[in-house]
Nanobody, 126 residues
Framework: VQLVEYGGGSVQAGGSLILSCEVS????????MGWFRQTPGKEREAVAA?????????AHSVKGRFTITKSKDNRKNTLYLEMNSLQPEDTAMYYC???????????????????WGQGTQVTVSA
């Protein structure tokens, strides 16, 4: 599996970014895909996931601001994360992931990531 993220950058609070992830070598049509983020010294946080049937799930911290979608054409599978109303606490390295599952445990979305990309940095200034 290969996953390559694009679209990170620096924005001011209230701004927007769209991340994309090109996926190859995976059973894209029958898998759970998602995004997680990580900052130094903190645990990885799953932020969004999309099941094979298109059902989406979000972390409480991003619900209503982030939207995950996916697309597939003959040659390429792509995962997207549209991020609106960004806040400084959204600053992190964002990773696209292929997951064994995306269960909700105790009301918290989790991402059982089996493969992920190199990450793309998102920085939000106040």
């Amino acid at each position: 599996v290969q996953l390559v993220e694009y679209g990170g950058g620096s924005v001011q609070a209230g701004g927007s970014l769209i991340l994309s992830c090109e996926v190859s070598g995976y059973g894209y049509s029958s898998s759970c895909m998602g995004w997680f983020r990580q900052t130094p010294g903190k645990e990885r946080e799953a932020v969004a996931a999309i099941d094979d049937d298109g059902t989406t799930k979000y972390a409480h911290s991003v619900k209503g601001r982030f939207t995950i979608t996916k697309s597939k054409d003959n040659r390429k599978n792509t995962l997207y994360l549209e991020m609106n109303s960004l806040q400084p606490e959204d600053t992190a390295m964002y990773y696209c992931a292929a997951a064994l599952g995306c269960p909700v445990r105790g009301g918290v979305m989790t991402l059982l990531a089996s493969s992920w990309g190199q990450g793309t940095q998102v920085t939000v200034s106040a």
